[in-house]
């Protein structure tokens, strides 16, 4: 894709969060992401996966600073939104109109006193978007339409409606200011396995109808490369492995993108029972106080006194396949 392709463009990001109750000649952090870099084109989905609390959650809120990361640059449509080099920290409002956000649990990011009409309705008040009170309502019930509500929900309050009705009530909520850019984060993790489909569907259509371009954030990388364009890999905050989706899924070249595959079960009994599943030892380090050199090497089985001293660079392997492997240098 060319460079006008690009809508978000990430450099070396980071998050770091300080641990309160420490003393104040040292201070301690946990480095929730590291120096993570991407960019993600119009009008695709970029997943994003990795086992629990390897920092994709973070990295998503912190790309449209609902977290203020610790430095790094975020560029969005050409704009700088943030530049800790530059000093750069523009003023987000204008911004929310184009990014927003579904997160992972609707029933708790839900005002439990407000209905869903001023629920879905609050965002236009807030940009202005709809000045007359016909307007508005017309406005929230075209919404609750486009996610497969009826208009009479809108007097409803959130407890009254099931996990996948309360997470449409968020995509609804997230669409109010006809958004370019929307981090899925986690959307169906909460749910029903016969809800997810149903929701994973319905966020395909609405990136067609209203050329939406995802950050498609889970731990299921079954479920990710089903709706994915590409796909970044994520260990204890850093990327280890971006690439296409098919080609990531199908030609995995870092070990932990190995591991993770070979945990997806398979449909087909004979080609499940003839797989190895690659088990890894121990758990994830803590990001207070991550390894040294590369953060997997304390569970890779293939790590060499190199990976325990220099961390890798993400290099390119393949045609748009990326890598943070010393094994991989070595050919």
Do not use: W
């Not at 450099?11 to 309160?20: E, M, S």
């Amino acid at each position: 894709m060319s460079e006008r392709d690009v809508l978000l463009e990430i450099n070396k990001l980071r998050k770091y969060f300080p641990i309160k109750g420490q003393s104040i000649f040292k201070k301690r952090y946990v480095q929730a992401v590291e120096s993570v870099s991407f960019s993600i084109y119009r009008g695709e989905t970029f997943g994003l996966v990795g086992e629990s609390g390897c920092g994709k959650t973070t990295l998503g809120r912190t790309i449209i600073r609902l977290y203020e990361p610790t430095s790094g640059r975020i560029v969005y449509d050409g704009t700088p939104i943030y530049d800790s080099e530059q000093k750069i920290a523009v003023d987000m409002l204008p911004f929310r109109r184009k990014m927003q956000i579904i997160f992972q649990d609707p029933s708790a990011s839900l005002d439990p006193r407000m209905t869903v009409g001023e629920i879905v309705g609050e965002a236009l008040d807030i940009h202005k978007l709809c000045p007359g009170k016909q307007e508005r309502r017309d406005r929230i019930n075209q919404l609750l339409d486009e996610v497969g509500l009826n208009t009479e929900h809108a007097n409803r309050f959130p407890h009254e409606f099931s996990g996948g009705q309360q997470q449409r009530i968020g995509i609804a909520r997230a669409l109010a200011v006809d958004p370019e850019f929307i981090v899925c984060d986690e959307p169906i993790s909460a749910l029903d396995v016969s809800i997810q489909s149903q929701v994973v569907n319905m966020l395909e259509d609405l990136q067609t109808e209203n050329h939406l371009t995802y950050l498609f954030i889970a731990h299921d990388i079954s479920v990710v490369r089903h709706i994915s364009n590409r796909i970044g890999v994520m260990y204890l905050g850093q990327m280890v492995e971006l690439a296409e989706s098919y080609e990531l899924c199908s030609h995995p070249i870092h070990p932990y993108t190995k591991t993770l595959l070979s945990a997806v079960p398979l449909p087909d009994p004979v080609k499940s029972r003839a797989r190895q599943r690659i088990l890894l030892e121990g758990d994830i380090p803590s990001p207070v106080d991550p390894p040294s050199g590369c953060r997997f090497h304390t569970r890779c089985p293939y790590a060499t006194e190199k990976c325990r001293a220099e961390q890798p660079v993400l290099k390119e392997y393949g045609p748009g396949h990326f890598a943070a492997c010393h094994l991989l240098e070595q050919g």
